[in-house]
């Protein structure tokens, strides 16, 4: 092979090598409330979400409980329906319960945290400034 042809044939490959790869594939999309819903877990949370912003505490509770119990598969999930037990149980006079409500969301979730007016809510505020960080 003539040097002509070989300074040739290893630039093509030089060239070759630095040609950007394939784009990845497409992303596939995030899942939507109504591919979440399917899942027993996820809907259960959902109406426990529901039947406590309606006020429902009981009916509320129950499907909060079901959801935990169906294995909700988000720390950020199983940390939002504890905490909503935390607030039911609270409310109820249950402090004790309560408290083990807010150790669980934020074992779920270290980033777990109440905002400061939930926080500063006279009824579970002390019970979760109780438990500490």
Request: with cysteine; net charge neutral; proline share 11%.
């Amino acid at each position: 092979m003539s040097v002509a042809r070989l300074a040739a044939a290893l630039a093509a490959a030089v060239l070759a090598a630095c040609a950007a790869p394939p784009p990845p594939p497409p992303a596939a999309p995030a899942p939507g409330l109504t591919d979440l819903i399917e899942h027993p877990a996820e809907r259960a949370l959902y109406e426990g979400m529901r039947a406590y912003d309606d006020g429902l505490y009981a009916p509320s509770e129950a499907a909060l409980r079901r959801a935990l119990a169906l294995g909700l598969r988000n720390a950020r999930d199983r940390a939002t329906a504890d905490k909503l037990l935390a607030f039911i149980t609270c409310t109820s006079q249950r402090e004790a319960e309560c408290a083990e409500h807010f150790r669980a969301a934020r074992a779920a979730d270290p980033a777990f945290a109440l905002s400061p007016s939930e926080s500063g809510h006279p009824v579970w505020g002390p019970v979760y400034r109780g438990i500490g960080r």
